[in-house]
């Protein structure tokens, strides 16, 4: 049974063509308006994804792993003219795990799996996208559930699925000048299965302590009913990229980031290229930040909070190496909702985030090499962060102790074999700040190990309408 949800998805799918009716050659001339043409000269896709996870802490700290499955079906077609709807629907399930810990000892990593909500459920059904596009000669407008990808809501996808918005939004591209923004009114937020309105997506993952040091309690406490998104990118020809970006979250708070990066515009990739970046975030609370309780808001600072990265590095069509820096000012945590997105800064590593804190230095080092001719990518990532102390309360959301990390992960596409893709990830993190001898403060956050495979396979079929005399 813990397949039935994957296996009704699968048949549903084949159904679309397998039942379809015959229709003689006057009723299929008389199926030819242009809506019924465009339908039926849509583009199937799909997807399969295993994933296995594992965590191991130190000592006698519980250890975990999980299995999942998951399966990606999607419809994309032309309706009239420069209309075209797309939908896609997604089913996981449970294969094997251990996720319960002792008490006060749950689980962190491998719950993202499946449900959040409701880690019991062992399989979750879910509708993903379901938007109408709009083409221009320069972009597109959607309406509708949608990914996008922009430095503060993007997809995240590194558990069964990304997350997804409800959305009013537009992309346009000029020669050299992008512009984005638009109105989102609801998200599914990775490793959800409910889409929730802004207000009630706040605090589905843990909410952390406030500077009292006592829990947060926002979740459902949070009145918001939008975020407005904008953004410009430009590219100038002497290599410089630069990039604006603004998000309003309706009653909470304000976040502004501004990146400059430079940018191969020779497009000579067999030579060395630079790596070049500096980016500022700046944050402001709106009424209270959520809620007049202090206890219940989101934004507990009436201080701005601010946010200063820099990268340098240089890499070819082969290799890359950077040295990256990001300070979180000691004035006011930097905060976002990590059911939104992951980290913009240049010092993200995969399995921690630098949001939450308000006093942070971070210096990572990046390196990947491809062997372009075998299919493969590797990448080894080493991190040193000093964060606040974890009695910090008012700088230390989480109780995060100061740590390093080192990150190796590879990736392999076979060139002979389309659609797959094997990722392989080990991660290692080192506590180095002051724990008082608290397991809290350690157990799965510092001196443990997390592991994953995931094997992805993608599929594409481009359906065309039978001409007369046919049947299928």
């Excluded at 420069?82 to 294969?95: D, E, N, P, Q, R």
């Excluded at 990739?269 to 809620?291: F, H, L, R, W």
């Excluded at 200063?308 to 905060?335: C, D, K, M, P």
Aim: no cysteine; charged share 15%.
């Amino acid at each position: 049974m813990k397949y039935l949800l994957i296996a009704q998805l699968a048949v549903m799918s084949v159904s679309l063509f397998a039942q379809q009716p015959l229709q003689s050659k006057a009723d299929r001339a008389n199926d030819s308006t242009p809506v019924i043409k465009a339908l039926a000269n849509g583009t199937l896709a799909g997807g399969l994804r295993y994933f296995y996870m594992a965590t191991n802490n130190s000592g006698q700290l519980p250890d975990f792993y999980a299995h999942a499955l998951g399966v990606y079906f999607s419809y994309q077609t032309g309706l009239y003219k420069k209309f075209s709807v797309s939908t896609a629907a997604s089913a996981i399930t449970h294969i094997a795990s251990s996720l319960q810990g002792p008490p006060g000892k749950p689980n962190r990593y491998e719950v993202g799996l499946f449900n959040v909500d409701n880690p019991a459920d062992k399989s979750i059904f879910f509708l993903n996208e379901l938007y109408l596009q709009y083409q221009l000669k320069t972009g597109f407008v959607k309406a509708g559930r949608q990914l996008i990808n922009t430095p503060f809501i993007n997809p995240q996808d590194g558990r069964m699925a990304p997350t997804y918005v409800a959305a009013l939004y537009t992309k346009q591209q000029w020669i050299k000048t992008s512009v984005e923004g638009g109105l989102v009114t609801h998200l599914l937020p990775r490793s959800t299965q409910q889409w929730y309105n802004i207000g009630a997506s706040f605090g589905r993952y843990p909410q952390g302590v406030s500077s009292a040091g006592t829990p947060f309690n926002y979740a459902d406490n949070i009145l918001s009913k939008a975020i407005l998104l904008a953004g410009v990118t430009h590219q100038f020809l002497t290599g410089i990229k630069a990039t604006v970006f603004n998000q309003y979250v309706h009653n909470v708070f304000n976040s502004t980031l501004l990146q400059l990066d430079v940018y191969d515009n020779n497009h000579n990739y067999e030579s060395i290229k630079p790596i070049a970046g500096v980016q500022y975030i700046t944050q402001q609370p709106i009424n209270n930040g959520g809620n007049i309780d202090a206890g219940k808001t989101y934004y507990p600072s009436a201080k701005w909070a601010n946010v200063l990265g820099a990268r340098v590095g240089i890499g070819n069509s082969a290799w890359e190496a950077s040295v990256n820096y990001t300070h979180i000012f000691g004035n006011a945590q930097y905060l976002m909702p990590r059911e939104w997105g992951r980290d913009p800064f240049y010092t993200f590593l995969p399995r921690e985030r630098n949001e939450g804190f308000a006093g942070v230095d971070a210096l990572v080092i990046k390196t990947a090499y491809s062997f372009k001719k075998a299919g493969l990518k590797t990448a080894i990532q080493a991190g040193i962060f000093y964060l606040p102390d974890v009695k910090s309360f008012k700088h230390n959301k989480y109780g995060l102790p100061s740590y390093r990390q080192i990150n190796t992960e590879v990736r392999y596409v076979p060139i002979f074999v389309k659609g797959f893709e094997l990722q392989v990830l080990h991660v290692y993190k080192k506590g180095s700040g002051n724990t008082y001898l608290n397991q809290q403060y350690i157990f799965n956050k510092v001196d443990m190990v997390n592991f994953q495979v995931v094997l992805n396979y993608r599929w594409q079929l481009k359906l065309k309408k039978q001409p007369p005399g046919k049947t299928r």
